[in-house]
């Protein structure tokens, strides 16, 4: 019996008869017009019976009063015997009553064909099934010590609680859901985690959050959410953090995890914004927002505000010449600071109680002057404002000279003092404060333009050149601060900031 698998060979055959014929007549005409031609070794009936040689396969069509068609012959003969096999059947010159022609169109080697596929599936097994076989010597070390850390998984308490080799010796702990989750930290090489192991939670997880500064970190589905709760009712949590939305710890890689730690908020803030109904994870975000503006603003202000003098205190490079100070009531004047730029320290500073007293007595409550007119207050003006020149040296206070109110109702007017133009980003901020307006400040810190609200709005996403920041006495959102960086601004200041879920890394939001 032939056997499909051995077939080495598939002979094609085209043929055509002058008449209609049917398919046992082919198959007939092949058998009985080739018997007895090539002797009994290549008799194919004996071919076929011994399995090598397969079925006739036929495939004719008729029309017009004529047959045309193909023929399939399969062999397992070697290359010689197949050819003249194949050369016999073109021996055929009728097909039943009608003439026929019968003509080789060729012999497929279906060992090439399996070659072929055979070279095309190594190839997909190459580049699919051998992508883990290479291994680095990094890859095998993090291996062994991953194993290490896994291994080091203890257990506290009387309840047997999983925890990292290193809780009860830290000051610091974090207080994790489960066994996972003190493993994934395991790997990432935080090893002062604690497991609660369900809702109920341990009096060893208590008694811990008491001597030590606690974190809790947990995932933000609804178990995150209601272990969270009964930990901030019957433990002393300083910090709380989550998972990000739609990940888990035990699933989180260590970079996740080092940026949801960072991004913890003190426990007290949240007990604040704790409602009954709303998960504690939506809160989050604003709170982290929040929590990094209060920060950025005290670390903006201990960076960038230089320490300003009083106008008083400030050496001054050659004395002051007295004059006498005649101060009309129509001219307003403010005893604003002077910052000096390159002071000279020729003369000792006057102390700052007597120079409080003087004021006193020689500036009286006049309105301020508008902010759009600022300029530098010279150096003539601070003696004009205290009313009386600076000595080279006061060992003691000294009373305001009894001539001052006589020479008020006799001097001339003195010209009005404008206050000095806001240098740091807290005296623009106090400036901008309660305006509904906005301030945009160039990379020198020069002021590049005051806007309205509104105009703010669609004049950013239009600002060409290098600016500093914008500060604006306005909510703003996301989109806002997005596009500030999108400027390159450094730092945005506001009123406050709401649905910001991103912090552009090169920009510090403030808080007006």
């Known amino acids: 019996m032939y056997s499909p698998d051995t077939t080495k060979y598939l002979i094609h055959i085209h043929i055509e008869a002058e008449g209609v014929v049917e398919k046992p007549d082919v198959v007939g005409a092949v058998f009985g017009q080739t018997e007895g031609l090539l002797g009994e070794d290549m008799d194919l009936r004996d071919l076929q019976r011994s399995g090598r040689v397969g079925r006739i396969d036929v495939q004719i069509t008729s029309k017009h009063g004529k047959t045309t068609g193909e023929l399939y012959v399969a062999s397992s003969l070697d290359r010689a015997e197949t050819a003249i096999l194949a050369a016999s059947l073109e021996t055929i010159e009728r097909v039943g009553p009608c003439v026929s022609i019968i003509k080789v169109q060729g012999i497929e080697d279906l060992r090439a064909i399996k070659r072929r596929q055979i070279v095309d599936r190594a190839k997909e097994l190459l580049l699919e099934s051998f992508d883990d076989v290479g291994i680095s010597t990094n890859d095998i070390l993090a291996e062994v010590r991953e194993s290490i850390r896994v291994e080091k998984v203890s257990s506290i308490g009387e309840e047997r609680l999983p925890a990292g080799p290193n809780v009860m010796d830290s000051d610091a702990i974090i207080i994790v859901e489960g066994r996972a989750d003190v493993l994934n930290l395991l790997k990432c090489g935080i090893k002062n985690t604690v497991a609660v192991e369900g809702t109920k939670v341990p009096q060893t997880v208590v008694e811990l959050s008491i001597k030590k500064n606690t974190t809790v970190f947990v995932d933000g589905d609804r178990g995150g959410d209601l272990i969270l709760r009964e930990l901030l009712q019957v433990a002393e949590i300083d910090f709380v953090a989550f998972s990000p939305r739609g990940r888990s710890v035990e699933d989180m890689s260590r970079k ?63 004395p002051v010449v007295p004059v006498p100070a005649v101060i ?171 649905g910001i879920v991103r912090r552009p890394v090169s920009i510090r939001m403030i808080l007006l």
């Open 328 to 498: 009309p009531e129509a001219v307003p004047l403010v005893p604003a600071p002077v910052p000096i730029s390159e002071p000279a320290p020729a003369v000792p500073a006057v102390p700052e109680k007597t120079t409080r007293s003087k004021k006193t007595a020689a500036v009286s409550a006049e309105p301020v002057v508008p902010p759009q007119k600022v300029a530098e207050v010279p150096l003539a003006s601070v003696a004009v404002i205290t009313g009386e020149p600076e000595p080279a040296s006061v060992p003691a206070p000294a009373p305001a000279p009894a001539s001052v109110p006589k020479t008020k109702q006799a001097a001339p007017a003195v010209p009005p003092v404008l206050v000095a133009e806001p240098r740091t980003i807290a005296e623009h901020s106090d400036w901008m404060r309660q305006t509904g307006r906005a301030r945009v400040l160039t990379a020198d810190g020069a002021i590049h333009g005051d806007y309205s609200l509104s105009e703010m709005r669609d004049i950013l996403p239009k600002l060409k050149g290098d600016f500093a920041g914008v500060i604006i006495d306005e909510v703003v959102n996301q989109r806002f601060v997005d596009t500030a960086a999108e400027k390159g601004m450094k730092f945005v200041v506001a009123k406050n900031f709401d």
């Open 256 to 318: 996740e995890i080092v940026k949801s730690l960072r991004n913890k908020i003190p426990a007290d803030t949240l007990r604040a914004q704790i409602t009954r109904d709303e998960p504690i994870a939506d809160l989050v975000p604003d709170l982290v927002s929040m929590h990094d503006v209060t920060a950025d603003l005290a670390m903006m202000q201990a960076v960038s505000e230089p320490e300003v003098p009083s106008a008083v205190s400030v050496p001054l490079s050659e």
